[in-house]
C-alpha cells in the first residue's frame, strides 16, 4: 500500500534543509534521484497536485535514516507550481520509521526548516540569532540588532 | 533596540518586528517572507507600526 504525500512546505535553502535533517537525526542525500516508497501507487489515495504516477519515486534529492535501510525515504522534488522544491513521501505504516522523525504530516521537518532558514538568512544580515525549543513545542527564533 | 521574533509551530511562521516604527517594518520582513514561500500565518500590525519613524535633522 502507499499514502504518497507532499508535505506543503516549499523548500529554497537546501543547506537549511540539511542543518534541519541533521537537527532530526536525518540525512539530505544530494543528487540521489529515486527515493524508497512502495513502489507502485495502488490508487488508495489521491496522488499530490501536479504528479502523475511516472513521477513518484523520483527525485533531486532525497532524506533517509543513517543506518535504517527498512524506513522509506523523502523525496526533494522539484515543484510543479513554485520555483522550489516540495518534500514527497510515502507514509503507509508511519514510512517504516520516517513518521516517527518528521512528525504524522512532516510537520516536525518542516518547523525545523523553517527554523533553520530564518536563522541563516538573518544572521547574514548581521543580527545576533537564537533559537528556542518552547514548551508547547514551538520553535522560536529571535533575531536582534 | 530593533528585534525580529519568529515563532514556529506546525509548519507555519509568526513573524513580530520590535523596536521599528512606521511602515519600515514590513520592508524589513519582506524579503525572508518570500523565503517562507507562504508560511506565513500572521501579520499583526503593532501599536509601532502607526507611529512616526523618527526624522533626522541635518546639522547647520
Given amino acids: 500500500m502507499s499514502h504518497v504525500v507532499d508535505m506543503e512546505v516549499e523548500i529554497t535553502d537546501l543547506d537549511a534543509l540539511d542543518s534541519a535533517c541533521q537537527s532530526l537525526g536525518l540525512e539530505l542525500v544530494r543528487g540521489q534521484q529515486h527515493y524508497k516508497w512502495y513502489g507502485r501507487s495502488v490508487g488508495d489515495y489521491p496522488l499530490p497536485a501536479g ?25 526533494v522534488v522539484k515543484s510543479r507550481t513554485g520555483s522550489g522544491y516540495k518534500l514527497l513521501w510515502d507514509f503507509w505504516n508511519g514510512g517504516y520509521g520516517m513518521q516517527a522523525k518528521v512528525g504524522n504530516k512532516g510537520e516536525k521537518l518542516a518547523d525545523n526548516y523553517i527554523a533553520k532558514t530564518a536563522v541563516r538568512y538573518w544572521q547574514k544580515k548581521g543580527y545576533r ?12 527564533v529571535r533575531c536582534k540588532k | 533596540m530593533e528585534e525580529i521574533i519568529i515563532t514556529i509551530q506546525n ?9 521599528v516604527k512606521g511602515q519600515s517594518c514590513k520592508a524589513l520582513t519582506k524579503e525572508f517572507e518570500e523565503k517562507l514561500a507562504g508560511r506565513k500565518i500572521s501579520d499583526n500590525n503593532t501599536k509601532e507600526f502607526y507611529e512616526q519613524p523618527e526624522r533626522l535633522h541635518a546639522r547647520r
Wanted: with cysteine.
Fill in chain 1, 129 to 140: 540569532v537564537t533559537e528556542t525549543k518552547q514548551d508547547n513545542g514551538s520553535i522560536q
Fill in chain 2, 11 to 19: 509548519g507555519k511562521a509568526k513573524i513580530e518586528v520590535k523596536g
Fill in chain 1, 51 to 75: 504528479f502523475n504516477e511516472r513521477d513518484l519515486g523520483k527525485c533531486e534529492h532525497a532524506i533517509r535514516i543513517p543506518g535504517n535501510s527498512s524506513a522509506y525515504e523523502i523525496g
